[in-house]
């Protein structure tokens, strides 16, 4: 077995450039074992190439070489352990951020794939667990613009901009009205994905249980409650919670939007 190896040999061997080996040497990492006095020829040994494995092996797993050569100077293994913890942690953090943006593009695809599927009005019951809606109250002298506007100023305050939204804008409805053929509204929200840390007066808890649901233009002139009337006719209790949730079919233009309708079915005594 050959005793040196050129910088040159290394590089090509472990695939390494020569400049990060002299950087290496630079920073007091990885000194040559031997440096031709006369030419300032660097030489490496055989036990080094292992060196400069485990010295790239921690760089990918996030070290910086401040704490590679840290804890191989003074092989300190305690240190290393210490390094290796802090980017397990690191690590499970940026994988559970992942998974929320994952899982909220994966929403966010299905919510338009929903929206081509909202145009048919058609009705069915569904079981929805507990909901948490980021709302304003809608003043009655209020208009539109108004409380969207109130709506975005107050998800962008401090203590809420931090919150994962569902971007879906929903309105909290009158159940007399809707039956009307009106749309009284009481707020306006935005559902956000987990059950929030904090309490506000702002965030309203919106309870499990079976909606009758329906999608509809509700907005529209033309709109008929009639599925309503049919379903709650024979109800002994008048449902609390009207919901109804806007779903875009233009990136452009949202006031003529189909909307899913969600009405709380009361269970019976």
Known sequence: MKQYYSIGEVSRIM?????TLRYYCSIDLLEPAYINPDTGYRYYTYNQFHLIDRIRYLQKMGMSLEQIREVLVHNDIAALQKHLEELEQNCVAQIRQLDDTL???????DYFNFSDEAEQEYSYVRHFPKRHLVAVKIRDDEDNASYHLRLTSLRNRPEMKNLSYMRQYSLILDYDSL?????KRYYLGMFIKSAPKQSSENILEIPEGDYFC???RILSEGWNPYQVNMFF????????????????NSLQEYHQCPYEVQILIEPEE
């Open 179 to 183: 039956i009307e053929n009106k749309l």
């Open 233 to 248: 006719a024979d109800k002994k209790k008048k449902p609390t919670l009207v919901l109804a949730n806007e779903f875009e």
């Open 103 to 109: 899982d909220t593009i994966r929403w966010y695809r």
């Open 15 to 19: 695939g390494i450039s020569t400049q």
């Open 214 to 216: 329906f999608r509809s």
